[in-house]
């Protein structure tokens, strides 16, 4: 018999009363494992309230598409660390209503699958499931199939991790009714997460996001509600492993994406990279796309294999330099032209290029995005595809906090630009709007060239799709953003400017002489745990009732509110809302205020223009100054704010 649980005064003076609540509601959950028991008496043993608080003080969010959280806490317990496990891994995850563990991961696959239950009826259904290197990412996909095979549901799993952009492309070609996606994406070793896939191989959105997150919270509130579907089923659903050829027909839609086979051919052999996965999928698929291409290129021998401790950086995100440089000291080393670097789930690549000067220069995700999408519109144009007939229907789509040099580069070829929340699910949504305006159940099984087509005579054709957060797409095989895409694309753009005898850095300044000098910045504020998520709800709150006058000695003269305004696209269809604020300035400039919907952040993206005549290095140099200068006032006033 354990041991009668109760909370010790202390405990209770200490703790918030919801984690008290919720650590009560769990230790008398008879399906709780002994360790997660343990695990619980050894934190109050120890006194870990904070610990505690963040593990208990609420349910894990369920968001839109899915959920992502810690499931390694700040503190291990012992009864955690179990047995010794490969690559310094717990033997199990976390215990807490606010972690993600076997026990959230099982919910809310199983609130998918009622949620599809209810919108298939009579219908055999499927999922597709893949998985990154992170800790615990194969058993929670297992434990996924298996929540799914209890409720009558086939599952697919890939034989090994696969980058998220091909769970996205496999919902589709296998004709599942949705996809699973185990990841947190570039987020710490310590967590972990899973994303929902429509059939279409888009993100959940709306309605569907709404529909499991009902279903969700009906079986977290009502145990009896899955034991009644549970009891309802006759035959248990299948896990079967995917045929190796689904990696050929991936890469061949993603092969499909090259432009100019002649510009490679005549400079492939000029040009040469360095490419890392940061320990992540993009092994899996990249190497035998540069092969296909036959480019010169090494891949960083120490973060190639999967490992989700990620030992060689201190965070596996491309957008950070230091992610990258191992990457660029190789480089140096073998003297090579570009370094390219995809994340765990391989749908973010960040890349660091040689200037004229032979410098290693990191280049943003606006900047990666702009210089791919200029070069698809240009070649697209040069090669008569884009023409005066076809090219209003032609669109790049990007977010709102992507820069505006892409819609300046859209209108420059006299192609549409949609712009979107942010959020790969609604640049996926617009794809699938479009491909529905086809009308035809077939279009999605036509070769690329014929969906190209169709689209430009009577529908809309993406010729680039992108966020500033380092995620792009330059087709509609794929609903989501994909690295492995990004990497071939970009060494495309590498060969053609190096055929050209241009760095590519020399390419995108001609572009801002152009088109003018578009100049961002991204400013990130992090609050983690309990106590950081009401700090970041109270900012945003303070900057929609007490929005700033001025910054920079330029007046604020108009302030869109996503949360409260309505908006629509230039498709017409309605923005959904979100908290986001955009402060327009006098001298044009733009400042966005968001939450982010995956980290305990609050991100703050700053916009400028400017023409690039005279000096511009000095142009340069300025912008950089005064975005430094707007940053560090918006981080005073955010002290005063926050109190």
Known sequence: MPTPFAFTEEDRSKLLPSTQQNIERVVNDPALPDY???????????????????????????????????????????AEAGKPQPLDRPEFPGTGTNMLNFDNVRRAVSALGAYLIEGYPGEKLSVVIAHDTR????????????????????????????????LSFTTRVAGAHAGIMITASHNPPHDNGLKFYSRDGGQVVEPHASGITKHFAKISSDPSALSELLAKVKTPGKTTTLDPEMDVIYRDAVAGLVLEQEAILGSHLKVKFVYTPLHGTGIRAVPALLDQFGFQYSVVATQRNGDGRFPTVKSPNPENAEALELAIKQAEAEHADVVMATDPDADRMGVAVRDASGKMVLLTGNQIGSIMAYYRCSRLAAQGILTDANRKNAVIIKTFVTTDLQKRIAEHFGIGCIETLTGFKYIGEKMHDYELAQNDPEFAKLPAKERRERSLQGSRFVVFAGEESYGYTGGDYVRDKDANAAVLMFAEVAAYAKLHDKTLVEYLDDIYCELGFYTERLGTLTFEGAQGAQQIAKLLASFRSQPPAAYQGQTVTRVDDFGLQDFTDADGKKIPKETMLLFHLADGGRMAVRGSGTEPKIKFYFFTRTEAKGDLAAIKTERKAFLEAWWNEVQEDVKKRVG
């Not at 008496?41 to 309230?49: I, K, P, S």
């Not at 095979?149 to 952009?165: C, K, Q, V, W, Y």
């Open 135 to 166: 800790h615990f990412s194969q058993p929670f996909a297992e434990a996924a199939a298996q929540a799914l095979n209890a409720l009558g549901i086939d599952a697919m799993l890939f034989a090994e991790d696969r980058s998220t952009p091909q």
């Open 36 to 78: 997660g028991r343990d695990s619980i008496d050894e934190l109050l043993e120890a006194r870990a309230w904070t610990e505690l608080d963040d593990r208990f003080y609420r349910d894990i969010a369920f968001g839109t598409g899915g959920m992502r959280g810690r499931t390694i806490g700040k503190i291990v317990t012992k």
